[in-house]
Nanobody, 128 residues
Framework: QFQLVESGGGLVQSGGSLRVSCAAS????????IAWFRQAPGKEREGVAC????????YYADFVKGRFTMSRANARKTVYLEMNSLEAEDTAVYYC?????????????????????WGQGIQVTVSS
């Protein structure tokens, strides 16, 4: 069964950096659009970044542009989200999601309805 597993979360001070990873339990992420979402307490889930299945094009939410970078690695079996200049407002549970590229890849892929597979989530806490 296709399962996504996140790792690398934790506690970091404001202004610091953290990298979270997403991998499939027994498969590759090669054929999927992959995205990171987050949900803070009392708030709705929001799209953070996504990467295309074909050419690794990336899109970012405005609130992380210039601070977060998403990439594929390890023969495309892992997807990273490198988070720099972290702020207290970045504190949330971060989720990895995968979806088959059935439609054109654009900023619309920052919306959660595009994705069929979700990880269990990982906590990122930024202390001020």
């Amino acid at each position: 069964q296709f399962q996504l597993v996140e790792s690398g979360g934790g506690l970091v001070q404001s202004g610091g950096s953290l990298r979270v990873s997403c991998a499939a339990s027994d498969s590759t992420l090669d054929y999927y659009v992959i995205a990171w979402f987050r949900q803070a307490p009392g708030k709705e889930r929001e799209g953070v970044a996504c990467i295309s299945a074909r050419d690794d094009t990336t899109y970012y939410a405005d609130f992380v542009k210039g601070r977060f970078t998403m990439s594929r690695a390890n023969a495309r079996k892992t997807v990273y989200l490198e988070m720099n200049s972290l702020e207290a407002e970045d504190t949330a549970v971060y989720y990895c999601a995968a979806g088959l590229p059935l439609t054109k890849f654009n900023t619309g892929w920052l919306q959660d309805f595009n994705y069929d597979y979700w990880g269990q989530g990982i906590q990122v806490t930024v202390s001020s």
